[in-house]
Nanobody, 119 residues
Framework: QVQLVESGGGLVQPGGSLRLSCTAS????????MGWYRQAPGKQRELVATITMSGSTNYADSVKGRFTISNAKNTVYLQMNSLKPEDTAVYYC???????????????WGQGTQVIVSS
């Protein structure tokens, strides 16, 4: 069983910073890619950033230059700077992970962490 657990959300003023973390645990053979998605009230879940295990990154246009995704061992981070009210959302970690004893990768989601950007 693979689990993803996020942390680091909270309330921050516009222009502030937050760092989200997501740690994968359980029986894991390999990681293919990890990423962050977000869902604001009344909106669909959208991609924020992804990173492959080779280090290739991809960002949504709305966060380029402000957010940075990185990873270390079984943890993926999202450094969020210059936060705006429109960044308010529940942020979800996603992992494309091959479980131990398996050949194919599966997609796993964390439970989400709330980010509120407000003065």
């Amino acid at each position: 069983q693979v689990q993803l657990v996020e942390s680091g959300g909270g309330l921050v003023q516009p222009g502030g910073s937050l760092r989200l973390s997501c740690t994968a645990s359980g029986s894991i053979f390999s990681f293919n890619a990890m990423g962050w998605y977000r869902q604001a009230p009344g909106k669909q879940r959208e991609l924020v950033a992804t990173i492959t295990m080779s280090g290739s990154t991809n960002y949504a246009d709305s966060v380029k230059g402000r957010f940075t995704i990185s990873n270390a061992k079984n943890t993926v981070y999202l450094q969020m700077n210059s936060l705006k009210p429109e960044d308010t959302a529940v942020y979800y970690c996603h992992g494309s992970i091959t479980p131990g004893g398996r050949v194919l990768s599966h997609g796993y989601w964390g439970q989400g962490t709330q980010v509120i950007v407000s003065s």
